[in-house]
T-cell receptor
């Protein structure tokens, strides 16, 4: 059972554009949603996170939009840079310690 | 930037051999997690500890996998008899206190290849 789904599987944008990465979940007990950025050969790095009491979280060029009713969230990366090219994972937790990860979106930013 | 240290970065074993990897969590992080990330980018939670005590583990780790987090020593994950399907990136994460364990910071991983 895939509890956290991500789309698209891969995304290509031009430098300066906004990349939109989508995530949805099934378990209504999930209340914490971190996004991780992973470069090849490295571990995932925590990028930004949101708790279910909020509908938006912003950190520089990265913004999470959260819709609790629809069980959907999205990560917007504005002014995308080639250095943002990586795989992005949406994860979820219900406070039960372990994170449930989506399958990732591979982002390519063309210069 | 995460300060979780994992060694070795790469590990090559034959089928049936033991494979052991180590993790030093961020200083002051009481909870340590092990995940397996396969070549399809699927993450599988294996086990977690708070201080030296196991909090949760999946059934798989009760058979060929063992893990420990002794005081004043690195945490470790060991596969007793490696199988080809164990080839994956093994990630250690540690958790910031007071967050219920869900804010997790990952190390660079140990990439295991079982020939």
């Amino acid at each position: 059972q895939q509890q956290v789904r991500q789309s698209p599987q891969s995304l290509t944008v031009w430098e300066g554009e906004t990349a939109i990465l989508n995530c949805s979940y099934e378990d209504s007990t999930f209340n914490y949603f971190p996004w991780y950025q992973q470069f090849p050969g490295e571990g995932p790095a925590l990028l930004i996170s949101i708790r279910s009491v909020s509908d938006k979280k912003e950190d520089g060029r990265f913004t999470i939009f959260f819709n609790k009713r629809e069980k959907k969230l999205s990560l917007h990366i504005t002014d995308s840079q080639p250095g943002d090219s990586a795989t992005y994972f949406c994860a979820a937790s219900s406070g039960s310690w372990q994170l449930i990860f989506g399958s990732g979106t591979q982002l390519t930013v063309m210069p | 930037n995460s300060k979780v240290i994992q060694t070795p970065r790469y590990l090559v074993k034959g089928q049936g051999q033991k494979a052991k990897m180590r993790c030093i969590p961020e200083k002051g992080h009481p909870v340590v997690f092990w995940y397996q990330q396969n070549k399809n980018n699927e993450f599988k939670f294996l086990i977690n500890f708070q201080n030296q005590e196991v909090l949760q583990q999946i059934d798989m780790t009760e058979k060929r996998f063992s893990a420990e987090c002794p005081s004043n020593s690195p945490c470790s994950l060991e596969i007793q008899s490696s199988e080809a399907g164990d080839s994956a990136l093994y990630l250690c994460a540690s958790s910031l206190p007071g967050t219920g364990g869900d804010t997790q910071y990952f190390g660079p991983g140990t990439r295991l290849l079982v020939l």
